[in-house]
């Protein structure tokens, strides 16, 4: 608990009024009381402001015209970070009061929102280089404007006890600077200076030597560990990739200088250096001095900015572009506790430069390509996302199992949890329950819905029904589609494309080429993807050569690969049947030669999408008669080209613009009133996504893609909880 008795005295007006304002939104660890202390002074007002579980409290006293005009400032001149929601306000019986106060916080029911961790801000980073400042070189610097948050909030309300920085009392240069109104720390919860703060576990010189000799360091940052290392160092880049068992799939840079390694426009370059700071996919450029094991076979590199201190002193000391990859193996959730990292980590680092602060929360970083979300985590959560239809009991929604996400309702509000990682693994479902815990804890919610997929081999799905509240089974593609449309504050009526590689069908088959009409709360199957058998199971969506095969086989066409006879047998006993969109194009990939098998989900049709590129062709013609989009149709032609020796770049193309037009075709069939949206992981291919758009405008549909949640897995919760609001909610 915070007493501030910070005195800002006024004249009584002669005739004065007194109101109680209760202030919503993200409104606590934004600096927003020292913004209320600020106006209250500069409208001599008095009273008092303080936070609760629910937000901020105002009593302001003064003459009428001046509260009226304290109130609208209120939200047109809020701090940058916080979001304004006025609730209640109520005149009051005038008390006298000659000052205006922050008063201690108070505990209550509910709980306020906690605002997502900010870069490092430009004031900031003005005095970490600034030899005369105190704070020169102090790798844990922030203000009222940035710094951690998410990732140090054990409770609420947002005050420091209620931080992991609890446990670093405050020096007196830094008490003061809390206390004044007029310092832009005044009640920056994570102060912290060399005297008195968090300190490094190694000397940073040591570390940039390190670095600079080839060395691979697990550095602690924000929301878990990063391995970080030379990214210009091809001996350096593949020791990292041996050791983290990730054979193909690229690693993150992070550079002070992201015009030397990526062709940037307008809108990319905003994303990157937005307070989010993401990871933004972007084009390689020829000349960047960047190793090629960083992103094999792939013109597109990851880059970030620097976002913390620590990570502005290592890049800038190290003068070299770093690999800054998540710190764990393959696709197990990020390490953030100091002794897990140490063990699971140790064998992948040279060395470990890691820090005293301890991190409450996981939260691994943020991936966008063009303006289209790929992994929201850290500087987007926990910031809410829009229920169109409000929540009238709190629900959890589990999500699916790759890219895992959960998300809880309060009200109006969804609130989805950082990404998780692939809950295939022990390590994830620990991570998934504890999380899960962690945020039902902070925002006081006790879940009497559990919303979840119908696999039920997902671990999420066991997770959910044994739990003891009333369950809410949600269609995967449904899902998909009911995020997207979610995030828009639409609840349909709408048609829906989703394309991804495989969910649960509730005919026992798997989905995953749709076009569904639906609302929130219900679907109905309009059309879809052929069912083709996947030889093998799983196998085959790692061997994407056994669904080219399967497709020739439709598409009455001659199989190549001498391992297929012996393959086939298999279709009697484990050859599931799937309309998956994404194995459609693992069979184009693999046909067109690009890999017979892969090392990551999806990468067959990043490569497609590669090929194809902005090369123009027009589309194949594809079956659509009663809703049964026929990709072997697809198959047929690109085989057929093939044989004739036409240009891969083309039959790419081609099939793009086959998908795409067979989508409009099947649109326009089933016909609709309202928008169409785009979802599931295959919109990740951009290609796709801009032609099937183009040809839907074309027809005069109006059509929404995904904004603010990802179209892959991790945007799942989030449907699955507008699903189950809609449905409880009728
Ligand atoms: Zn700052
Ligand atoms: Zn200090
Ligand atoms: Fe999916």
Redesign the pocket.
Known sequence: MVADDTFLVVRPPEFPARRRLRVGGVVQGVGFRPFVHRLAGRLELAGFVLNDELGVVIEVEGPPERLDAFVVALTTEAPALARVELGADAAIEPRGDTAFTIAPSSAGAGAALIPPDVATCEDCLGELFDPADRRYRYPFLNCTGCGPRFTIVRGVPYDRPLTTMACFPMCGDCRREYEDPTDRRFHAEPIACPACGPRLSMPLEEAVALLREGAILAVKGLGGYHLACDARREDVVARLRARKHREDKPFALMTLDPEALVALDARERELLSARERPIVLARRRTDAQVAASVSPGSPWLGVMLPYTPLHHLLLRDVDAPLVMTSGNRSDEPIAFGDEDARERLGPIADAFLAHDRPIHRRCEDSVVRAEHPIRRSRGFAPATLPLPVAACRPIVAVG?ELKSTFCVTRGGEAVLSPHLGDLESELAYRAFVSDLELYLQMLRVEPEIVAHDLHPQYLSTKWALDRDAEHVGVQ?HHA?AAACLAEHGEGGPALAVVF??T?YGPDGTLWGGEVLRCDLATFERVAHLEPVPLPGGVAAIREPWRMAAAYLEAAGRPVPWSRWPVVRQSLAVNAPRSSGMGRLFDAMGALLGLRDVVTYEGQAAVELELLAGATAAAPYGCNAAAGVLRGADLVRAAHDDLAAGRDRRQIAAAFHEGVAAVTATACEAAGSAGPVVLS??SFQNLRLLHSTRARLEARGFRVLEHRRVPP??GG?SYGQAAVAAARIGA
């Open positions: 699916a995967h998909h991804d590689g969910g599931g992981g892959n897995d799942i």
